[in-house]
């Protein structure tokens, strides 16, 4: 993930705010279809902010089960509350969606053309 987008996400608030349904509605054209492209959104965002964060914390893992290697790292420390403090990803999705950053898409779009003999 680049900066640029870290920054985004830390300048969004966490807390979850109410969603007037008609807006929502007018972006798509479908309240459902803005709510599923929405959640289908927040599972990616999800995804990539877990691979993110494991691929960052592989370089803590200890690779023996020996209880006297075990200790805290304050890297490790800072690493686990930046991504603590980051706003679920059904409210960033909810928010790319109202800054019209989201491309909805239907299957028929997505999918290609079938080819004709």
Request: net charge negative.
């Amino acid at each position: 993930m680049d900066k640029v987008r870290k920054m985004k996400m830390t300048q969004i608030s966490p807390l979850i705010e109410t969603q007037n349904l008609e807006e929502m509605a007018s972006e798509s054209g479908n309240v459902y279809e803005a709510i599923y492209a929405i959640a289908r959104r927040a599972n990616q965002i999800s995804r990539e902010i877990k691979e993110e964060l494991h691929s960052k914390l592989e370089d803590f893992a200890s690779h023996t089960d020996s209880l006297e290697e075990i200790h805290e790292n304050r890297e490790q420390i800072e690493i686990s509350k930046f991504y603590e403090k980051l706003p679920h990803a059904t409210i960033l999705a909810t928010t790319e969606f109202k800054n019209k950053e989201l491309n909805i898409r239907t299957e028929e779009e997505a999918a290609p053309a079938p080819a004709l003999n």
